[in-house]
């Protein structure tokens, strides 16, 4: 056998994991909290879907493997909320949990590590579109729960204002939806009005 299975199973079982690690965002209109692992699966469905409805000339195989690593150092690391102060360091810790699923004798992804790091810091439309899926989905899940992660977390207006007003440039059509549900979200007193933008 040219590879060992025993390795290769143990690692799979690494990545399992992910499925450990339960994010703050509700699904199912705040029936439970997903976990990265569903986050993931959902990110690259997601992302192959707009990418076909918006007629963008990506490669899908690195969409869907970009999507599909993305939180692989959550597994080491956990995952930080999207309003959390410690949020810009995050990717210190994940990095570091991508390196060591790198190494290990089981992984057959041998660019794993530059997978991880074009996602985290690339500019190309692929990562673009995933940066922007990764925030449009806790985003609806947050609509679809009558705003419960953002009432729960005492979320306020300007902070999703801030974290999404980036999407503005490269998708515009996006990034006015979430104004129009921002702004209703604020007046069904799902998320805090706190008078900045």
Known sequence: MPNDLTAITEYLLELDALKLINRRTYIDGGLRVENSAEHSWHLAMACWSISRSFKLEVSEEKLLKLALIHDLGEIDAGDTFLYDTNRSTAHNAEREGVKRLQSHLGNGVGDLCELWEEQETGDSLETKLLKVVDRLLPFL????????????????????????????????????????????AVQAGWLLDDGLV
Do not use: Y
Request: one cysteine or more; glycine letters at 6%.
């Open 141 to 184: 899940h947050n609509i679809n729960s009558e705003g419960k992660t953002w009432r729960e977390q005492g979320v306020k207006k300007s902070q999703v204002l801030q974290a999404h007003g980036f999407i503005a440039e490269d998708f515009p059509e996006i990034h006015c939806w979430m104004l129009a549900n921002i702004n209703s």
